[in-house]
């Protein structure tokens, strides 16, 4: 299978073999030593939430940005709060893609790691391998030298609350962290200081069948939570890349295949509880489903990556299973033609549940992969659900106007089985990417626009990628505009990195000249702080840095990502 | 019509003729007199705007917080900021609904009306009538016996930029004002400043037939809005009362009938432009339709009702007018089996676009208004939209829900012009009760709880109101767990208004036991405030002043709204 197979290139692969051997102790210190041997026991969750990328995939709330100092345990490594923009600079003009956040480096203090001894428990470490474990990113794409210097593993809220307040105590970074499934570099620990792994609290706490509505911990992953839901006929409509944790949604803001009918995180989370940089707990909102009562902070909270809280508790709003789905298939000539239906499709009003669109090369790699024998051809995927009868008079509604548009004529998914391995291979398409270049990394770009502009941006986008010396792959979320690339280059050829970076870069600011964004769903991490200015304009970024200043006045929060270092207020 | 009715009733009410009579020019500074003869020509959309009432109804930013100084221009008046707590105070021990507002008050300094009439020329006016017509609540439960000081009417960003850099400058309140149908109290001037009246931007920007959205100014109507997207087969699918503005909708995250369907403004708003407190100009976000782009700016502002800034330009996600619409009425031996029936329809996974409850008082009243023969006994009102066979499949399977629970069989509506009779004689339900108590005022509840406490919610209060001496109606937004009551009381009777408030705080207090909310739909304003610590906790308001704070140091924005006083950080 190509999950299988996905899954042990990671396993094997240089950078992470050793955060599996358990064999080197490295940097441990002698007081730790008997939490070593205890914390075996945590291993097996944590690696099970590393179930791998990348999609649309997020993290139990995230972090990363980029920092080239050295990684030693001398050096590190935090910023000097609230110095951001003194203590980082910008290089390379106005559109570099590079950002170096430099911090005021110093050792975490010996007195906070005491008291974290004493909040922690067994549930903490300092072992090399697990710090490099939790540094590195899994997308090669984003790097920072540093790694943290304490990994910690709270079991409860009030664990998390205690944790937070030492660490702004001594002002330290924290960095929260999932399933380490993000793109842009959320979970990097550029400034070292303390990473919080949030997967070992996974507890459903409560569910509310007639309410349609759960109550999870972060770290739990909405592939596991669907196992759970099932019986019931409920399911949780997000389906980002396998592994992605609850919480890593709500932080990075996350959606997927079906937001195009349920809406993304936004819309499908009820409350929170977050712990403040103070460690003070906070309850985002009742459990109604809808509420005009003050600032809604369940909103401000989701997507802003661990830079304002540590999520520790979510009300989700669930769905029934559909009684009835169609999955059905089609080709066209041209992307246009396909990217043309999706507009089409959407404009009729139909609440289709799922439109995606695979170019020629995407659906190459999946024959290659999946041995099938797929039309190389741009593809849209649809599903449509409802009432039996309603799904087929949908399917025959969208049906007519892919004829219109050179379509061919639609090949259904029958029985349930066929339909999940359908869906199966529409998730596993970054995978099936590596299938093409097994040794080669992805560039994954993702941008959203207005829907008119969709087929202009895929038609340019194509020309310029078509035109590259990469293998580039594009996948797209076509009924909400958000549109995806894959770019593979060989690490080893730093040529190939800057190709790779220079189509990212031209598609993200065809997407904004497009009145778009340069992130539908994998959020702004390091990767994508430098467009923000941009997108949003300097006042909204300062207005950003405003609300961070108050709620995180030590910036201890993931610091160094989602806004650029150079936003002054 | 009941609609006429209610507008004659406003219009010769005691508190309000004086405004459209012209003839005082009390106050009126010398060296305004040539803007009083401008001023004719800007009252005719202001008085259009003034529509009415009442009941989800918002406004475009709104205020109002109680205070019982003397309202004359010497005293006036606002608090000097940010020592908002050190200078008001809760009264009444615990569970008490009444807040002072105590501003430090002074006079409008005259460099500020000196700066405003350069900026705003003709559009701006220091006549009582005016200023009293701005400053006097609708909704007559919530009292300040202070004014605004002067009111401007600006015809651009631009403007309104300058007009709130410059009130920032002097630390002088300012309170936004649309459709002024709110209920709770927003747009009041407890601590008098400049009311910044939003109805003269009212221009749709940029209609996006292809990406289904509109850019419009906030002081354009939504039945407006309507009228001119229907043309293009489109329509904004948020219905609060007649006369509301989509600024006003936006500031206090309005919903309606149809939010069960399409959300509520949180969901329907793609971004804003917003004057901060120093009269920066921010755009939240850019036109596409999701975005993990950094904090979600737009989501802050929505609800924050006007505390945090003055919105300029909308652009609203739009919806294709459905295909074809049932709509059916049903009723119950109790309004537990209404409601239950309500339950029960969410639960089956459709999407109903509207379910709709009143009791049997609300029923009565409609006859009364109407000259109709309703049965009077619980009711259910459905709309069910889609295909024509999907709209008739999602109906007989209602209907059979409806059978198990005792319910009548469906009557329809079955002409577009009878559809459209039924939906307006629920949007007037509230001006019908006022057929019931012509001289009566109303105070209107708006609570919301999990789907499945919704029977449990509407009986306890049922019992409660039915054993009040008040005459009491229901109208629920059943499918969303929304819930509102319309309490008639003689406002000369001080004992039936202190009823009233107590029927009040028994149905949030009972909601908030259910894990509600105290504000569904209707917003915090000054009414809302004291139930917010048992809804929200502590911690959360202090998250919210800290928030105030930051944007708005000198708490110039619509100051003593929402954050309740004694909320210290």
Redesign the interface.
């Known amino acids: 299978m190509v999950f299988s197979s996905w899954m042990s290139r990671l396993r094997s692969s240089s950078k992470l073999r050793h955060s599996f051997s358990h064999k080197q102790t490295t940097s441990l210190p002698a007081c730790l030593a008997a939490e070593v041997v205890d914390f075996e026991h945590m291993r097996k969750p944590f690696l099970s939430s590393w179930a791998g990328p990348l999609l649309p995939l997020l993290l139990a709330s995230s972090a990363g940005a980029l920092a080239f100092q050295s990684s030693d345990n001398n050096g590190p490594s935090y910023c000097q709060a609230p110095n951001l923009d003194q203590t980082s600079k910008r290089i390379g003009g106005k559109d570099s893609t590079d950002y170096l956040v430099k911090g005021s480096y110093k050792k975490v203090p010996q007195e906070l790691i005491e008291e974290l001894k004493v909040i922690c428990k067994e549930n903490m470490t300092m072992d090399y391998d697990e710090r490099y474990f939790h540094g590195k990113p899994q997308n090669s794409f984003h790097k920072a030298v540093n790694i943290p210097d304490v990994i910690v593993f709270p079991r409860s809220e009030e664990v998390v609350s205690k944790i937070v307040a030492s660490c702004n105590k001594y002002k330290v970074p924290i960095v929260p962290y999932g399933g380490a499934t993000s793109i842009e570099g959320h979970t990097l620990s550029p400034s070292g200081g303390v990473c919080i792994d949030m997967t070992l609290m996974k507890r459903v706490k409560s569910l ?1 069948v ?4 759960v109550v999870v911990e972060p770290g739990i992953g909405w592939m596991e939570l669907n196992e759970y839901l099932e019986p019931y006929g409920l399911f949780f409509p997000l389906d980002p890349g396998p592994g992605a944790t609850i919480g890593g949604m709500c932080a ?4 997927g295949s079906l ?1 195009v009918r349920y ?2 995180m ?2 499908n989370v009820i409350n929170l509880k977050v712990v ?1 940089a103070n460690g ?18 369940t ?2 909270m ?3 990556e661990g830079t ?1 809280g540590v999520i520790t508790e979510i009300t989700l709003r669930l ?2 299973i ?2 009835h789905s169609v999955v059905a298939m089609c080709n066209f000539p041209t992307i246009k033609d396909a990217a043309d239906v999706a ?1 089409a499709t ?4 139909i ?1 289709v549940s799922r439109v995606e669109l695979l170019d020629e090369v995407q659906v190459r790699a999946i024959n290659l992969a999946n041995g099938k024998n797929l039309p190389e051809a741009p593809t849209l995927m649809f599903e449509f659900i ?2 039996e ?2 799904s087929r ?1 949908q399917t025959l509604i969208v049906q007519k106007i892919a004829s219109e548009h050179n379509g061919s004529d639609f090949v259904f998914a029958e029985d349930p089985e066929a339909k999940k391995e359908l869906w199966k291979i529409r998730k596993e398409a970054l995978w099936a990417c590596f299938a093409m270049e097994p040794n080669f990394e992805a560039m994954i770009t ?1 941008v ?6 969709l087929a202009d941006l895929i038609s340019r986008s194509k020309q310029e990628l078509d035109s590259s010396s990469l293998v580039c792959t594009v996948i797209a979320h076509a009924g ?3 549109f995806h690339t894959v770019v593979l280059f060989d690490p080893n050829q730093e040529e190939q990195r800057k190709e790779a970076e220079r189509l990212n870069h031209f598609m993200v600011h065809a ?2 000249d497009m ?10 991490g390091t990767g ?1 702080m430098k ?2 200015e941009k ?3 300097m ?6 840095k ?2 961070k ?3 995180d006045p030590n910036d201890i929060m993931n610091p160094g990502k ?2 650029p270092p150079h936003v002054c207020f």
């Not at 003070?280 to 902070?297: C, Q």
């Open positions: 509310n007639k309410d349609m509505d990075t803001r996350c959606s937001a809406g993304t936004r819309e403040l003070e707990v906070v309850k985002t909102g009742s459990r109604a489903r809808k509420s005009a009562a003050g600032y809604d902070l909103r401000l989701i997507g802003s304002l769905q029934k559909p009684q507009i959407m404009l009729t009003g609440q409802g009432t009868a309603y008079e993702d959203c626009v207005p829907l008119s502009r909400d505009g958000n997407a904004l009145e778009g964004t340069c992130t539908g769903e994998h959020g702004v994508k467009y923000l997108e949003m304009g006042e909204a970024l300062k207005t950003m405003r609300i200043a108050a709620l989602i806004i």
